[in-house]
């Protein structure tokens, strides 16, 4: 007797497709809610880039499977291919093995001992931030963030005065890399990038630049020679099996970008929306500063230790990365065939999953765009299932710098709401920019002196 597999299951189009543009006007109008609307349409459903096709996958369950089981059958897809002319082949775009290999090389850097140490060089940051503070005062905050950010990856990757170069191409080059990144995934058309347009002019200028600086700063702290509490100094002196060479200055140069993106754009994110809704929810923001004086009274140091007493700063970090997941759009290509329940998604397909609709999924959050740091208090915490929480992703491809971020960021918010209070800059608007990263326009606020500071 003959057993016939089972047909696959048509997977459904994406409603609005129009000829030739395909979704990408809705990519690059409102792309977040026309991801979570994709959620009512099935499982699985299709949109169009252009005239390419994408699979993009809705059930939480599904993506945990491409992240941990499925994760050799796809590489990272049309976002990490994009932005690889700035990145190289470091961690965040890598392919097995080589990103595997690449990661035990690295590991190190992020070893909990190491996080201790970085920890003083966060601490300096956040206290030079806002101490130039003023009463009352306007600010743009999430400028204030992005230096507190490129200071604090700046001291633990070079732990010397040569990283102030890089900060300043940093600043100035990466807005335009993810702005040139956002149209080359909404429309994934090759021959498009190298036309001579403005936007591919500034594209090319900016990764020139920055590569250049970041390269010329490697060669020089390569001829210093380094100290052995800094990153650099780990990247360089990482030595793969048999104590060959572990990195070549290439991979060098790759790793350290990948750091910058890492370390400055997802904590200028993460911190920038927090911020905006500590701002919008006093009382949070007023059991936030009764946490943080009940650590930190008496003059006791902002250490590793103290950031593990913290953990109500950690559920409003934790809620803030839930709305607003700084990689809110992650890619994948297959490398064969996969099916995914009941459908089969062929090679050579770019696969898609937003963590914004997922984590906005009112099936497993009630209330799903609340802002309630309380819903990951103790066992309702624990209760809430992981594979709808991926702002650092999940399995061997999470983000390895998971640690260091998390310390990072409940270093600056301590030390802003040991002193300040944050409000709102009457009249504004806080909106998203269109990007790969999910970051606010602009972040206007009023700083208030604590008058309850003990």
Not at 4 to 27: C, S
Not at 153 to 171: I, P, T, Y
Not at 330 to 344: M, N, Q
Not at 444 to 454: C, E, G, L, Q, S
Request: hydrophobic share 40%.
């Amino acid at each position: 007797m003959t057993v016939t597999a089972p047909r696959p299951l048509a997977v459904p189009q994406a409603p609005g497709r129009l000829p030739l543009l395909g979704h990408v006007h809705r990519l690059l109008t409102r792309p977040r809610e026309f991801f979570n609307s994709l959620r009512g349409s099935g499982d699985i459903v299709t949109i169009g880039l252009g005239p390419a096709r994408a699979y993009v996958i809705n059930d939480p369950a599904l993506v945990h499977r491409i992240l941990t089981k499925d994760v050799r059958k796809l590489d990272k897809g049309v976002a990490y291919e994009k932005s690889a002319p700035f990145l190289g082949d470091g961690l965040l775009n890598s392919s097995e093995p080589t990103h595997m290999a690449h990661r035990r090389l690295v590991q190190p850097a992020f070893h909990h001992h190491r996080i201790a140490e970085y920890a003083h060089h966060m601490r300096e940051a956040a206290d030079e931030v806002v101490s130039r503070w003023q009463d009352g005062s306007r600010l743009e905050l999430d400028q204030e963030i992005h230096s507190f950010a490129v200071t604090v990856v700046c001291r633990a990757l070079f732990s010397s005065e040569l990283g102030d170069k890089v900060a300043d191409e940093v600043e100035a080059s990466l807005p335009v890399l993810l702005k040139g990144v956002t149209r080359r995934i909404a429309f994934p058309v090759g021959w498009l990038e190298k036309l001579p347009t403005p936007s591919n002019r500034h594209f090319e200028q900016a990764r020139e630049r920055l590569g250049d600086t970041l390269g010329g700063v490697i060669r020089e702290y390569q001829r210093r020679g380094g100290d052995e509490a800094d990153l650099m100094a780990l990247l360089l002196s990482a030595r793969g099996e048999e104590g060959r060479p572990g990195l070549s200055d290439e991979q060098i140069h790759d790793e350290a970008m990948a750091l910058f993106l890492g370390g400055v754009e997802t904590a200028r994110d993460v911190l920038s929306w927090t911020c905006h809704l500590l701002s919008e929810h006093p009382e949070v923001q007023r059991k936030l500063a009764e946490e943080v004086d009940g650590v930190l009274g008496g003059g006791r140091l902002l250490d590793h230790e103290a950031v593990t007493l913290l953990p109500y700063t950690r559920q409003i970090l934790t809620e803030a990365m839930r709305l607003y997941p700084p990689a809110w759009l992650l890619t994948r290509r297959t490398i064969t065939d996969l099916d995914l329940a009941g459908h089969r998604i062929p090679a050579g397909r770019n696969v898609l999953f937003s963590l914004y609709a997922i984590q906005r999924d009112p099936s497993v959050y009630a209330r799903p765009d609340s802002f309630e740091p309380e819903r990951w208090a103790g066992r309702a915490g624990g209760e809430l299932p992981r594979t709808s929480y991926l702002p650092f992703g999940a399995g061997n491809r999470g983000c390895i710098g998971e640690p260091f971020a998390w310390e990072e960021m409940v270093v600056f918010l301590a030390t802003a709401a040991r002193r300040w209070t944050l409000e709102a800059a009457p009249g504004e608007r806080i909106r998203p920019v269109r990007s790969p990263m999910l970051q606010p326009k602009r972040l206007p606020m009023i700083v208030r002196a604590r008058a309850d500071r003990p």
